[in-house]
């Protein structure tokens, strides 16, 4: 109906409706519907009846004629038909045929375009996008362990495990700055402290799962027995520049037994600043999915993600942050936990494909990657670019 109303509107203006890219007769299929399909089946055998109806009648023809057309001399004393007669009974066959064919085109044809069009729907360019403003530290901190903490309570999660936190800065090496892990413990226990589970003796270290045995994040902790039990917070600290500790503070939230992320905020903020931010700037987050991968491939089933070794850390931590708060894709927990905590290895189990991040060319006011994704044994694919933007507010009128 909106491809037919789309299609009157280009008439009514005087122009030709552009045409969807053709699909193969064996994609066609797999975008009808119930009822399409039963006419899309009975097109296709009338169809097939009538080429196999012209086939006969050629083929008697050729029986009755020379190679030039001309029909072929009678043999003395043959009381078999004249060729004049099978000439006229292979024409006529042929024409039921024809017949045949030209009663089913009209449904093909109208299917075919349906299908393209659902086809070309499929993979049209999609955005996914997210904004913030400066945020202080305090006010930042605050904000996302209230909201992890609501979903955490939303998610069944009678406990959840603080691991820790990380951080990178100007000098690009990782650090564990006292004041990230210290700010988002207070907030989060300042809201509901009894659901902040004790730290154990040993400090947390990622343990990988065994057979079915679950991974656990210490050896001295028991894994929960399945998923909506116990979750796993932790924090990351990207600075947008060599030059100052102004930069994106993630906290994540993860399913202890699962290891999937399932949740996740971000702040824009100046690492450990007490008082009102000193400059008020703006974010813009965009992924540009050029094909609608991420739609369609969370459409078909559930898919957990992990990131290549040679993935940008910070270009994986803003595509994180969009799978897990926009998209259904999964991303897979594990390998942040062994970077906080320590321990390992993080492993492989569960994860069906990998992002690869790379970053781009910037002019110091936004940061460009390149985004692509590969799943077990095929070639990668690309799927767009992903930009993060830097300006400050607009002036008011």
């Known amino acids: 109906m909106i491809a037919l109303l789309a299609s009157l509107i280009f008439v009514a203006a005087g122009e030709v409706a552009p045409q969807p890219p053709a699909i193969p007769d064996a994609e066609v299929v797999r975008h009808l519907k119930s009822n399409e399909l039963v006419e899309w089946n009975s097109a296709v055998r009338i169809t097939a009846a009538g080429e196999t109806r012209v086939k006969q009648g050629v083929s008697i023809m050729a029986t009755a004629q020379n190679a030039d057309g001309t029909p072929k001399a009678v043999a003395p004393g043959s009381l078999s038909d004249t060729p004049e007669q099978v000439i006229a009974r292979a024409t006529k066959i042929i024409a039921e045929g024809k017949a045949q064919i030209q009663q089913a085109l009209p449904s093909l044809t109208r299917l075919r375009l349906a299908a393209a069009t659902r086809a070309a729907e499929l993979v049209k360019p999609a955005d996914f996008t997210a904004d913030f403003s400066m945020q202080s530290w305090d006010a930042a901190v605050t904000q996302a362990a209230v909201r992890l903490q609501k979903q955490a309570h939303g998610a069944g999660f009678v406990q959840t495990h603080f691991i820790g936190g990380f951080a990178l800065l100007g000098d690009g090496k990782l650090s564990r ?207 767009g670019q992903l930009t993060l933007k830097l300006a400050l507010p607009a002036a008011k009128k």
């Open 177 to 383: 700055p006292a004041v990230l892990t210290q700010d988002v413990r207070a907030a989060w226990t300042k809201i509901d402290e009894r659901s902040l589970a004790a730290a154990p003796a040993g400090g947390y270290a990622f343990v990988p799962g065994v057979g079915t045995k679950p991974p656990s994040l210490a050896k001295t902790l028991t894994p929960p027995a399945s998923v909506k039990q116990t979750g796993v917070l932790w924090a990351e600290f990207y600075a947008l520049s060599n030059e100052s500790t102004i930069g994106l503070l993630f906290l994540r939230l993860a399913d202890a037994h699962s290891m999937q992320i399932i949740g996740s905020e971000v702040a824009l903020t100046d690492l450990g600043a007490k008082g009102p931010p000193a400059a008020a700037l703006n974010c813009a987050l965009i992924l540009r999915d050029d094909r609608s991968f991420v739609s369609r491939l969370t459409q078909s089933g559930e898919w957990v993600l992990g990131f290549e070794r040679s993935s940008n850390p910070f270009g994986s931590a803003l595509l994180t942050h969009l799978c897990t708060t926009q998209t259904k894709a999964i991303v897979a927990a594990s390998p942040y936990v062994v970077i906080v905590a320590g321990g390992g290895p993080a492993g492989s189990e569960g994860i069906r494909a990998r992002w690869n991040v790379v970053q781009g060319e910037t002019d110091g006011s936004y940061l460009a990657f390149g985004v692509s994704s590969q799943a077990e044994g095929t070639p990668s694919v690309n799927v």
